[in-house]
């Protein structure tokens, strides 16, 4: 990732926009969660379902994934470089 790829996504992480959009994430992940056991009467809605959680948690999960992501490729161009 480029440092400017990732000074963009820091960016939009301090936005209030963001900051909402992830409160709906988390408050949809729990609603779902909350909802699946009577929700999901057969097998294929129960899988369904956990696809749904699935998504959502990796959505959740962007800004750590793009933060860790950037130091990762810091610290190995670091190590090439030695």
Do not use: H
């Amino acid at each position: 990732m480029l440092q400017e790829e990732y000074e963009t996504y820091v960016d939009l992480f301090k936005t209030e926009g963001w900051k909402l959009f992830q409160e709906s994430i988390v408050g949809a992940e729990e609603q779902l969660k909350n909802s699946s056991v009577d929700s999901a009467v057969t097998n294929d809605q129960w899988q369904f379902l956990r696809g749904q959680l699935t998504q959502l948690r990796n959505v959740a999960a962007f800004e750590t994934f793009i933060k860790l992501t950037f130091e990762q490729s810091e610290k190995d161009e670091e190590d090439d470089g030695e």
